[in-house]
């Protein structure tokens, strides 16, 4: 029921529950309110928005105040101006006058209104500016002790790395120890800056007029927080970047990529014209000139063609390549960078469920009441996920952290199951025999919606928690422990969340399949906080294969039948090869066997992406025909014969699809810089030139904007015939959302499987890893993510200030291993394998185990993990083993 009152003479209705400070807000009142994040509940804490009720006694604060039915509020009268203005007055005394001086925002307005032209009283402190932050500073001489960056800190992201420290006039925000801010736990996401209604923290950019606000989606991981850029009168894209709380996946939160590292679109070295390579040379050419070259080179290869697809570009962008492969050059050797991150989970739950996507939401997280995070650092890769792991574990939830690595996520689990690499059959088979021992198997629901139980149950037998105790050196109680609260929460139910670390393994469809058997026992899927969740990798990696770039499926997932190939036939007037074509691991031995001479890499950087660098340096090197499509001319790049340049996310329209399958709109904020164009447009070219070469019809690649080719997509694709552009515009949508008024879905499986049945797999523990640590090679290496680059780095080591941030590549060497050695954190080291090395600098840590390594994939200097990892891949997936291969140490 509305409530009705009178604010300075007008009538405003509000909803029960509002205060008198949204009544307010909602007349558009001018009203101090310093201290109100507009997405938070009231603080209460500045005092600047008293008012006067008729009737009541004092001056209540207005964030504070319940509105109720026939309330008259004046904000004008006399008393309530006089008092506001001693109140902002001294606040005001708070700033020093250079503070003061700079008008910072809200104080700054706030005074000129009450005809403040300063304070009467002058501050009794100095505090230096804290500039050791690289994005922001900290300056406590424009702070007013509001607590509203200390909220953001704590209660938004969960990690408390400010509060306020000292008394009466020494009070002021600090961290743990009264050092720099970046000696603290901080991660720089910059909630607090984004709140801060003074300015006390604010971005080190120059401030500078904004003349646009453009609402669209981050770039970097698969959470797929709501970004709102900001253009400068410049045109360029302001150094910080919004969020936007209305985002039902980011909820108003970023991580630091997505806040500051934005900036990389304007790196000087983006490549705004064509170019075709000549005699070992690089020339700037025309458009023309450079698709004739590109086209030349596909169709004298047409039968021997792979394409990379690229899952940081739109969804649009990768349904016309898959449809220039398929349609043009008549193969299904389509692929994208899901072959190296979660093809084995994408391929095992295709088995066992008949869907290859993330089962529940973000939402599912935080009203779970145990989650199990395997294999993932949230905290460096999904940094706004693991907001809602660390929001979930403050509320009572059961939070249970299996990684061999010491993850920072570790610090609020309830229990850190540390398996040794490559044991993880062992470690799930183990605890679904725990359920299926004590009693906690979902019987009746494994009766009337799973098939393969007893098969299954019985492959369990040897997995007593003695056997998975010595296989994965977990004690056998923690094993027991983590099965009993995964099958019985202390309330609601449980979240099964992994990432690459059971993935990138020879074992990677296994451990999934182990995974999603555990999942099948406990009946942890199909409502309201569980479910199962692949921890997609890119930005748009669920898109890119929902969209149709892999070698296995067609758009939509639909397979080669002849029901399928009929359907695209009849839409895209040719029929679609039949066989699946080749993934990437395979497009790259083919390059050395003949199979593919020519490939078409659209913003991928295999040379640094693929394991075993050398050998796939070498067998790029046969091509006869190698195009690159990018931003940058990178290492990839650099032996291609065609550079084709493109647009970045903001200056392009299209969608992305992020983990919990929400599609959301990426819009363009800024044009494109020199002869840059969408990637759309460039295949869409490429594909007309191909096919005229080639003697096929041209039609099929005539599009005129983004949302044609969406259209077309969801024509053919039945789960997301529902989401249209126009309805995209009121938010994002998630498939499946097959019909224009299907409100979208939170979470699968509630009442069915798409293969009817879900289907127990039985799996065995197989060898931990294709190469084991020996004499020659004592230690083991896993590689993972930063906070603070994207992958390879290849966009986030363009951007200054994630630069400064993780500088240089570090090996983590645990203190054990580094006395053998007899190094010291930041000595220069040189990490051998059999297939390379690189150089870096040791940290000493307690996170890997002892005789295990850890470094992260970003190149620095020469140095890249890629040159030491091994190309032994998963048989079924054919995903590379990245998390294990045997390395030694030696001082550089
Ligand atoms: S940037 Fe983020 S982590 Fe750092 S103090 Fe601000 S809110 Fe806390
Ligand atoms: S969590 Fe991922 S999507 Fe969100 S801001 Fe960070 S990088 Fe971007």
């Known amino acids: 029921m509305a409530i009705t009152l009178r604010v300075d003479g007008s009538e405003v209705e509000v909803p029960q529950g509002a205060t008198v400070l949204d009544a307010v807000n909602r007349l558009g009142i001018a009203l101090p309110q310093l201290c109100k994040d507009p997405d938070r509940p009231p603080l209460g804490a500045c005092r600047t928005c008293l008012v006067r009720v008729e009737g009541q006694r004092g001056l209540p604060a207005a964030c504070h105040l319940p509105a109720r039915d026939g309330m008259v509020v004046e904000t004008t009268h006399p ?49 230096p500016v804290d500039t050791s932050k690289s994005f922001f500073v900290l300056d406590r001489e424009a702070c007013i002790l509001c607590g509203r960056c200390t909220t953001a800190c704590a209660d938004v992201q969960h990690i408390g790395a400010i509060s306020l420290i000292g008394r009466n006039h020494e009070a002021r925000v600090g961290v743990f120890g009264d050092g720099a801010m970046s000696g603290s736990i901080c991660t720089s996401c910059g909630q607090c800056v984004a709140t801060c209604p003074t300015g006390a923290l604010r971005p080190k950019e120059a401030p500078t007029r904004i003349v646009r606000r453009v609402d669209t989606t981050c770039p970097y991981c698969g959470v797929g927080c709501g970004i709102q850029v900001a253009v400068r009168e410049d045109g360029r894209l302001a150094g910080m970047a919004d969020d936007a709380p209305a985002n039902p996946s980011s909820r108003g939160m970023l991580c630091v990529k997505g806040r500051f590292g934005t900036g990389f679109v304007h790196s000087p070295d983006r490549i705004t014209t064509p170019m075709v390579k000549r005699e070992g040379m690089w020339h700037a050419a025309t458009w023309d000139e450079a698709l004739d070259a590109a086209a030349d080179g596909l169709a004298r290869n047409a039968g021997r063609f792979g394409a990379l697809a690229s899952a940081k570009a739109t969804n649009e962008d990768g349904y016309v390549i898959q449809k220039l492969a398929r349609l043009v050059l008549g193969t299904n050797n389509v692929d994208h960078c899901t072959r190296l991150c979660h093809s084995p989970s994408v391929e095992a739950m295709l088995v066992s469920m008949g869907s290859g996507a993330t089962s529940n939401s973000y939402q599912d997280y935080a009203e779970a009441g145990c989650l199990m995070v395997v294999g993932a650092d949230a905290s460096a890769n999904h940094p706004v996920i693991a907001v809602r792991f660390r929001e979930a574990a403050a509320r009572g939830a059961r939070l249970i952290v299996v990684n061999p690595k010491r993850v920072e996520l570790c610090d609020q689990a309830d229990l850190w199951i540390q398996e040794r690499p490559g044991t993880d059959v062992a470690l799930f088979n183990a605890m679904a025999k725990v359920i299926l021992d004590e009693g906690l198997a979902r019987r009746d629901w494994i009766a009337a919606r799973t098939e393969g139980f007893e098969a299954w149950a019985a492959s369990l037998a040897g997995y007593t928690l003695e056997h998975a105790e010595a296989v994965t050196g977990v004690p056998a109680e923690a094993i027991a422990q983590a099965a009993r609260w995964y099958a019985r929460p202390p309330f609601a139910g449980s979240c099964l969340i992994w990432g690459m670390g059971i993935t990138q393994h020879i074992n990677g469809t296994a451990n999934a399949h182990a995974v999603l058997n555990l999942s099948l026992v406990a009946g942890q899927m199909g409502f309201v906080g569980s479910g199962i969740s692949p921890l997609r990798g890119q930005n748009n990696v669920q898109g890119c294969g929902d969209a149709g770039c892999i070698p296995t499926n067609l758009p939509g997932y639909a397979d080669y039948s002849t029901v399928s190939l009929d359907r695209f036939e009849r839409v895209w007037g040719r029929r679609p090869p039949a066989a699946p074509g080749l993934v990437v691991t395979e497009m790259v031995e083919g390059c050395l066997d003949g199979r593919v001479r020519a490939m078409y890499v659209v913003g991928e950087n295999p040379l640094l992406s693929e394991p075993d660098l050398h050998h796939a340096e070498k067998a790029l090197g046969q091509l006869d025909c190698l195009i690159v499509q990018d931003l940058f001319m990178h290492e990839t790049a650099d032996r291609a014969h065609v550079f084709l340049p493109a647009a970045a996310f903001a200056e392009k329209d299209g969608t992305f699809t992020n983990s919990e399958r929400r599609v959301q709109r990426v819009r363009q904020a800024i044009p494109p810089p020199g002869e840059v164009k969408p990637d759309w447009w460039i295949t869409c070219e490429l594909a007309r030139r191909v096919a005229r070469r080639l003697g096929l019809p041209e039609r099929g690649f005539d599009y005129g904007h983004p949302s044609e080719i969406w259209d077309e997509l969801v024509g053919l694709w039945p789960a997301a015939a529902g989401i249209t552009y126009a309805r995209l515009e009121a938010g994002g949508l998630q498939w499946p959302c097959p019909t224009p008024d299907h409100p979208g879905t939170r979470f699968l499986y509630g009442e069915d499987f798409p293969r009817g049945r879900a289907r127990f797999v039985p799996v065995t523990q197989g060898a931990e890893a294709a190469e084991l640590p020996d004499a020659d090679f004592p230690l083991s290496l896993s590689t993972g993510r930063l906070l603070y680059h994207w992958h390879g780095g290849t966009l986030t080591r363009r951007v200054e200030g994630l630069l400064e941030l993780a500088p240089r590549l570090e090996i983590a060497v645990h203190p054990v291993d580094a006395r053998q050695l007899g190094v010291e954190t930041g000595d220069r080291l040189r990490m051998l394998s059999r297939r390379g090395e690189l150089q870096g600098y040791a940290r000493l840590t307690e996170a890997v185990r002892p005789g295990a390594v850890f470094v992260p994939f970003v190149k620095f200097e020469e140095s890249a993990a890629n040159f030491l990892t091994n190309s032994a891949h998963d048989p079924s997936a054919r995903i590379p083993e990245y998390k294990v291969c045997a390395v030694r140490l030696e001082r550089a």
């Not at 005001?92 to 032209?117: C, K, N, W, Y």
């Open 79 to 127: 008393d309530a101006q006089r008092v506001r203005k001693a109140v902002l007055d001294l606040t005001l005394s708070m700033l020093t006058p250079a503070a003061e001086r700079d008008g910072f925002s809200q104080v700054g307005i706030a005074a000129e209104h009450h005809r403040l032209a300063g304070a009467s009283w002058t501050p009794h402190h100095h505090f």
